[in-house]
Each structure stands twice: as C-alpha cells, then as structure tokens.
C-alpha cells in the first residue's frame, strides 16, 4: 500500500481565494511526522509546514495550515488568500521512526489571477 | 543552504557518476532523494556522522558517502536508462521525526 497518497493531480485557484489540497497516509506507527512541501519549477523542495501525530492542535505557518485528522489518516493543506507566487507543486510526505520520508505524487497548483 | 552540482548533467548507459553535495552548516545527517519526472522524491540513502544508517529500495551501485566537512557525494555506478531524474540532496539538523529535510536544488541527470 502507498504511504502517502495525493489524489489532485491539478487544482486550480482564483488569486486570493483559499484551497485545500488533500493527502492521506497510511502508518501502523504510532509515531510519526507529516510534512508539506512546495517545489517550483526551479526544482527545490521547500518546506512549508509540519504536524506531529501527537499534536493536538493544527499546525499553522503564515498563509499555510494543516488540517489533521487522524482518526481519518489524513493531513489536508490549507493556503489562504493564495498569490501568483503560489503556483507549483505540493507535496505531502511522512516520516516514521526509520529515517526516511516517503513523498506522495504530489499536486500542481496553478493560480489564476 | 544546501547547494548541489552539477545541475544538469548528461551520461550515457554504462558510466559512471558522481553527484556532490554541501550540507546547510551544522547539520549531521544528510539524505539523497531520487525524482522520475511526475513523481514524488524516492529515498536512496541517509548518512549520519559519515556513516549510512538508513536505504531504501536501491541497488548497490548506488553508493554515497559523507565527509567531516559538511559535504557528500552520490556515486552511481552502470548507469541505466531510468536513472535518468532529479537527485536531490537534503540535510537535517538532527534525526528526530519533527525535523524537516532541507533540499538543494537537484541535480539533473540524463543517461542516455
């Protein structure tokens, strides 16, 4: 089974609108991280947010929250008032206690002005 | 940060390659990342402290290491048609599960 699985190959978004790209995971660990990132056309990952799966509140960074359900399995990323400079790829990723991160396919956001 | 070279690089089937890494100052784990076009990263290897400590789904030919200077190679020996992608190299501050990958910019590789 995927680790992390993003179902919006592409989204769209009116410029200052907010969008919520979804992601869900699978993890038999109690323990684990969820991340976003966001890689432009330049090819860098940036890292954008991440919860804890004993945090008991939403993470929140700026424009950037992460709507985590974890009875669901799932950490949906929230972008508020989306800009231009929004426009990319996101990506959902995981990490367990072993030390890699597994990515999903990732979503295109594109903002339309 | 994290800065990588080459950026783009051309081989051809059955070479060799070595891609380079300078880790963002103070972080002692580093990670190299293997993307398709289309796809999410794909975990090679992490060296911690000089020595790898965790790999994925990768052959031996993909080979790595990590030196006290803050800097790491990706070696890829025999190279195949599908290695062609984007190696990302990316550096943590430490290995807990809260600490986020820092990426670099890739390095793109074309075998052909």
């Known amino acids: 089974a995927q680790k992390i699985t993003q179902t919006q190959p592409g989204m769209f978004v009116q410029e200052k609108e907010a969008v919520t790209l979804d992601c869900t995971y699978d993890t038999s660990d109690p323990s684990y991280g969820l991340f976003w990132y966001k890689q432009p056309s330049s090819g860098e990952m940036i890292f954008l947010i991440y919860?804890?799966?004993?945090?008991?509140q939403n993470a929140t960074e700026g424009r950037y929250s992460l709507n985590f359900q974890k009875a669901r399995k799932s950490a949906n990323l929230v972008i508020s008032a989306s800009q231009l400079g929004d426009s990319a790829m996101y990506f959902c990723?995981?990490?367990?206690?072993?030390?890699?991160?597994?990515f999903g396919t990732g979503t295109s956001l594109t903002v339309i002005p | 940060g994290v800065t990588q070279s080459p950026t783009h690089l051309i081989k051809t089937r059955g070479q060799q390659v070595t891609l380079r890494c300078s880790s963002q100052s103070g972080h002692n784990t580093v990670s190299w990342y293997q993307q398709a076009l289309g796809q999410g990263p794909q975990f090679i290897f992490q060296y911690y402290r000089e020595e790898e400590n965790g790999r994925g789904n990768f052959p031996p030919r993909f080979s790595g290491l990590q030196f006290p200077n803050d800097s790491s190679e990706l070696n890829v020996n025999a190279l195949e048609l599908d290695d062609s992608a984007l190696y990302l190299c990316?550096?943590?501050?430490?290995?807990?599960?809260?600490?986020?990958?820092?990426f670099g910019n890739g390095t793109r590789l074309t075998v052909t």
């Open positions: 919860q804890g799966s004993y945090d008991q």
């Open positions: 990316a550096s943590s501050l430490r290995q807990g599960l809260n600490s986020p990958l820092h």
């Open positions: 990723a995981m990490r367990e206690l072993g030390n890699q991160f597994y």
